[in-house]
């Protein structure tokens, strides 16, 4: 699923159960960061939010949100959305359903300690997840956000240049567009998120909260 930086129209149709985009008429977009949260890069992607007024969901994962119970509280004060992403980033092809069930379960309870009142919305690490888990976690109350546009910031064999026009080139009112807050990813981020911030702003675009505009 994760080839393409702007995801297929009929992979979107074979998978209607996903949350690709969430379509609407005003100019609404929705920025997520995977992997967080990071003390080198997640203070630093709050406040380039913040400049801009624009608000964002995070996908989570767990056993961050246990190192870094200061920085989670920070993502959630300034009004942005949480997500799950397991507890330890687990590749769904590779893990056993009861296994990774628990894991986002595991994930779920970390968040519940902090902070009680949240949708439950799951992003499942590298878009990759068996029917077997997705059927389990849909009945568990789950919305399982996948995305419309990939900005690959994490790989670094492709220049920051290119990760912007990943984003630029594609964007569309309704478009979820996935960057992370990593460590692996800081490089990339720091030179993207502010002018996709600045051409959004310079464009119309309104940058919302998943859980405020999901069915």
Not at 81 to 91: A, C, D, P, Q, W
Not at 106 to 127: A, D, Q
Not at 190 to 210: A, D, V
Request: hydrophobic share 35%; glycine share 4%; proline share 4%.
């Amino acid at each position: 699923m994760s080839f393409w930086v702007k995801t297929n129209y009929l992979v979107k149709r074979i998978f209607p159960n996903y949350v690709w985009d969430i379509p609407n008429t005003e100019k609404k977009v929705y920025l997520t960061f995977d992997d967080g949260p990071t003390p080198e890069i997640t203070q630093w992607t709050l406040d380039e939010l913040k400049k801009y007024d624009a608000k964002a969901t995070f996908f989570l994962i767990g056993n961050n949100i246990v190192k870094h119970p200061e920085i989670f509280k920070k993502v959630v004060n300034e009004g942005h959305s949480i997500g799950n992403h397991t507890f330890n980033h687990l590749k769904g092809w590779k893990t056993g359903t009861s296994a990774y069930v628990e894991n986002v379960t595991k994930c779920n309870e970390s968040i519940c300690k902090l902070n009680t009142e949240h949708w439950k919305l799951f992003r499942p690490p590298y878009g990759k997840i068996k029917p077997s888990q997705s059927k389990i976690l849909r009945k568990q109350g789950y919305k399982i956000i996948l995305w419309d546009i990939v900005s690959f910031d994490f790989d670094a064999k492709i220049s920051k240049e290119k990760c912007l026009e990943n984003v630029l080139k594609n964007v569309e009112s309704g478009s979820i567009i996935v960057f992370h807050d990593s460590i692996k990813a800081q490089e990339n981020l720091k030179y993207t998120l502010p002018r996709t911030l600045e051409f959004l702003k310079q464009n119309g675009f309104f940058c919302s909260r998943i859980e405020s505009d999901i069915v």
